[in-house]
């Protein structure tokens, strides 16, 4: 390779085109100058140590990062049912807030208050309104939305389902409702 790039190099000096190479100080010099390369003794110190440390760094990464890759499937399982059950908890007790505190939120605008009177129970805010039956209350509807919430998120679903009103066959009913897991269950 070596006797090849200088033999070009020849070439050039000798060609007509040398003429105006010659006022260049590279093609005028030896071309055993072109094989001199001192390389990395010639390299800035600092630079090689700078490269030396990051390789390091990145080094040390991945090690750091290689225990937690071979974690068994079985702890990343049992970590997702704990995460699962957590969240199950969480939204009971949001939905059963405190025993001191009766309100229940309406599950269709999420700003209203949920009431009842003797016939209804209906949402401050929004056109909410359920005719209540002898064992139906807000005790139960409160119960209905923590069991629909739960068994949504058993399902492995992690959206947020939204709630609706339908009538259908002259009975109004709430529905919870998911596009993703194409969930639609009657809630009460």
């Known amino acids: ?5 200088s033999d070009e190099l020849k070439r050039i000096k000798d060609s007509p085109i040398s003429d105006c190479l010659e006022s260049s100080n590279s093609v005028s010099s030896a071309p055993d100058e072109l094989w001199e390369y001192s390389g990395l003794q010639d390299a800035y110190q600092g630079e090689c140590e700078e490269i030396l440390l990051e390789m390091q760094r990145i080094f040390y990464e991945d090690l750091r990062r ?17 995460q699962d059950e957590y969240l ?11 025993d001191e505190q009766k309100q229940i939120w309406c599950p ?10 003797h016939q209804l129970i209906y949402c401050t805010l929004c056109k909410l309104q359920l005719n209540r039956d002898d064992e139906v209350n807000l ?17 492995g679903c992690r959206l947020k389902p939204k709630f609706c009103l339908e009538t259908k066959f002259g009975l ?3 529905y919870i409702l998911c596009q993703d897991c194409s969930t639609f269950e009657i809630v009460i």
């Open 1 to 5: 390779m070596q006797d090849i790039v």
């Open 66 to 82: 290689e225990p937690a890759e071979k974690e068994p499937k079985e702890g990343i399982e049992s970590w997702e049912d704990e």
């Open 88 to 98: 199950a908890r969480a939204v009971y007790e949001h939905m059963q807030l405190n």
């Open 108 to 117: 269709i605008c999420k700003r209203g208050e949920l009431q009842q009177n």
């Open 139 to 155: 005790e139960v509807l409160r119960d209905r939305l923590a069991e629909a919430h739960v068994d949504h998120l058993e399902r």
């Open 172 to 174: 109004t009913a709430l």
